[in-house]
């Protein structure tokens, strides 16, 4: 089989061309005219292998954010102690430097708490229902005192009072 890329003979069980690297697993299918059914399973499930790679935190990829981020406020200081005034280009690389210092320490929080997760807090006791009492407290059969009671004590008319005025 020949690589449609660079034209250089391969063996037919060959799945890449051994003097460029194409994909030449498809090349058998292409010239017999018909295609996979099943690639596009294929495909979905590698995009969403990448995808859950990639939201995974990664201790590695966050201590290479914060080494790139720390690499730009070099060149950033380099520049500021090599020209006299830098210029308004010089100050644009704070933004990537610190944008990287940024994720990166984010990205190493995560990938931590993802190693050490945190300690499961106990549940709250079942809550009660309206109608039903506590068994944890005592209770005398007393009736419980009303919500309005004595909310209508400044109506009452003062003994003191009513005497001083008459």
């Known amino acids: ?11 037919d069980s060959a799945r890449f061309c051994r003097s460029c ?4 697993s498809l090349v058998p299918q292409a010239l ?7 690639r596009p399973d294929q ?38 102690l090599t020209r006299g005034s830098p210029g308004l280009g010089v100050i644009w690389l704070l933004i990537p430097a610190f944008l990287l210092l940024g994720k990166g320490i984010g990205e190493i929080i ?23 009492l506590s068994s944890l ?6 009736p419980a005192p009303s919500v309005t009671e004595n909310t209508t004590r400044h109506l009452e008319t003062d003994p003191q009072r009513s005497k001083e005025t008459t």
């Open 32 to 38: 017999s005219g018909r295609l996979p059914e099943d």
């Open 1 to 11: 089989m020949y690589c449609p890329r660079c034209a250089t003979q391969n063996m």
């Open 110 to 132: 995560n990938a931590h708490g993802a190693q050490h997760p945190t300690r499961q807090v106990e549940a709250p006791p079942p809550s009660l229902r309206t109608h039903e």
């Open 43 to 80: 495909v979905e499930r590698a995009i969403k292998r990448a995808i859950k790679r990639r939201r995974e935190p990664d201790l590695g990829r966050g201590i290479r954010k914060i080494a790139i981020g720390f690499a730009f406020l070099v060149i950033v200081v380099a520049l500021f």
């Open 21 to 24: 690297g194409a994909n030449l």
């Open 137 to 142: 407290e005592t209770h005398d059969n007393a």
